[in-house]
């Protein structure tokens, strides 16, 4: 079955540390990775995404993810992290073929300390 | 700009209540979600729609139903609300096709006492 997996669920760091969060995914087929984040009191909103092409993916706000087949990860990254990062991220699947059903992993909550 | 907006940012409703959430997108998507988000479970789909009137349960349906007699109107409907009900309910919309993003509304923090 498709799933998604952060296994961290809750980072806190120093401003100016650097950020990797994991994520892995099990799926059949070809796969779109999306990263979103919601700040606090804001709606969700898409950081990345990765279709085809370039591995290496770059965002919004300085963050990058990398999309490894063999490991099954797509890990988002941030040299230096800023008070303002503070949030909850989610991973995120494209849906198998013939539904809708994103599948989202369970969100990692990241709060950066200034 | 994607312009998802939900009617209510918090809402306080009785047990057995009927509570309506609504949704507007001003993007004329073909496709809207209500998704249910918790602390640790992160999103769960409880109905999508891909047309005016047509609607597909998502993993979470029981408890709700949904209409959409409008392109742009999606509407989540507790029949009658109960303490586990109790969530954030986030709407989102997007352009046709299984891989677009989903763009988000604010999100309604529905409590039922």
């Known amino acids: 079955a498709q799933s998604v997996s952060q296994h961290n669920h809750h980072v806190i760091l120093s401003e100016a540390a650097s950020l990797e969060l994991g994520c892995n995914y099990s799926y059949g087929g070809t796969v779109n990775l999306f990263w979103y984040v919601q700040y606090p009191g804001q709606h969700l909103q898409l950081l990345l995404k990765y279709f085809s092409g370039d591995p290496l993916v770059k965002g919004i706000k300085g963050f990058e993810a990398e999309f490894i087949k063999s490991k099954f990860s797509f890990n988002l990254r941030k040299p230096s992290v800023q008070w303002s990062d503070t949030a909850e991220y989610f991973c995120?699947?494209?849906?198998?073929?013939?539904?809708?059903?994103?599948?989202f992993g369970t969100g990692t909550r990241l709060k950066v300390l200034a | 700009d994607v312009k998802v907006t939900q009617s209510s940012r918090y809402l306080v409703k009785r047990t057995g209540e009927k509570v309506f959430l609504e949704c507007v997108q001003d993007m004329d998507h073909e496709n809207m979600f209500w998704y249910r988000q918790d602390p640790g479970l992160g999103l769960r789909l409880i109905y999508f729609s891909y047309d005016v009137k047509m609607k597909e349960k998502g993993d979470i349906p029981e408890g709700y139903s949904v209409s959409r007699e409008k392109k742009e109107r999606f509407s989540l409907i507790l029949e009658s609300a109960s303490t586990n009900q109790t969530s954030m309910y986030l709407c989102?919309?997007?352009?046709?096709?299984?891989?677009?993003?989903?763009?988000f509304g604010n999100g309604t923090r529905l409590t039922v006492t």
């Open positions: 995120a699947v494209n849906p198998p073929p013939g539904t809708y059903k994103y599948i």
């Open positions: 989102a919309s997007s352009p046709p096709g299984p891989n677009s993003p989903l763009h």
